[in-house]
């Protein structure tokens, strides 16, 4: 519990110092990865952000250790709350009421989730089948990349479009690195280094962590500079928990708790997290500040 609530805190504040960041640096684009990298690399407070999701990852990876797959998901998703928070304070991104309300729901389903918990009475699976792993993450990160690229054909011909396309597709491809730091921190041991890296290369999980990684640091930047914070995150904490607590507890083979009641509380608590933010506002409806009007000059 103490890892995963560590890990919303250093994700959320990764979010927002990245989108600090972003916002005094000229428009970045997929399509010149270099350039976009360059420029990241050269603000102070993008490299703050960056090691603090790095930071993260660390946590992260001690919770898939200890929690099974579904009721991390339900953990992980809290951290909406503080980003949100985050984002009013230091990104001046305004919430509606509709989005505070959702907040307090969400704290209501985290509540359920630690509730549903009981030590020693869950199973946390260590293994996966490589090709179901494999059947399962390819086609996803496929299709997270098609959808990034047709959104971005859309805005390039002018077509309006909001922060869930992106989030969406960026949301499949972290759906993917979750199920990889997973497979990563199964394997995990101090009893035999030599032994634990070798098995680790031979697995998919190291291939898919240098994918999501190298694809996912661009194309969240780029959309994380077009859209509010407070509306794309959530949108891709929603894939990705649904992404994960779906498909990662069927791979890894984790099985639900048997008492009626924690089963009830795990079951409705996942599902009231993901409701919540599938049902928060998708478009950016925040007031423009008026154009300045021009000066009139004769012919």
Not at 46 to 56: E, F, K, M, Y
Not at 210 to 231: E, P, W, Y
Not at 254 to 270: K, W
Request: hydrophobic share 50%.
């Amino acid at each position: 519990m103490a890892a995963a609530l560590l890990a919303n805190v250093l994700y959320s504040t990764g979010f927002v110092l990245e989108k600090r960041a972003l916002g005094r640096m000229p428009e970045v684009t997929v399509r010149q990865p270099v350039r976009l990298l360059r420029l990241v690399v050269g603000s102070p407070l993008w490299i703050g952000g960056s090691l603090a999701l790095a930071s993260g990852f660390g946590a992260q990876l001690a919770v898939y250790r200890t929690l099974p797959i579904a009721a991390a998901q339900g953990i992980f998703v809290s951290g909406l709350v503080l980003l949100v928070l985050l984002s009013t304070r230091l990104l001046g991104e305004e919430t509606s009421g509709r989005e505070r309300y959702a907040l307090g729901a969400i704290l209501v389903a985290l509540l359920m989730v630690v509730l549903s918990l009981k030590e020693g009475a869950d199973h946390v699976s260590r293994n996966a089948p490589y090709p179901l792993v494999l059947l399962v993450c390819v086609p996803s990160l496929a299709a997270g990349v098609w959808l990034y690229r047709r959104t971005e054909r859309r805005a390039a011909h002018g077509l309006s479009t909001t922060g869930v396309e992106y989030g969406v597709a960026v949301g499949l491809l972290y759906g993917v690195s979750s199920l990889a730091v997973k497979g990563v921190s199964s394997r995990l041991t101090t009893s035999d280094v030599a032994g634990t890296a070798v098995g680790l290369l031979r697995s998919p999980y190291p291939y898919l962590l240098l994918f999501t990684g190298a694809f996912g640091l661009v194309m969240s930047q780029a959309a994380l500079q077009r859209c509010r914070a407070s509306l794309i995150v959530p949108v891709c904490t929603t894939v990705t928990s649904l992404f994960t607590a779906v498909l990662g507890t069927l791979a890894f083979g984790e099985a639900l708790p048997h008492d009626p009641l924690r089963l009830a509380l795990r079951i409705a608590g996942t599902l009231l997290a993901v409701t919540v933010l599938l049902a928060m506002p998708k478009h950016d409806d925040a007031p423009r500040p008026p154009a300045e009007a021009k000066e009139l000059t004769p012919p």
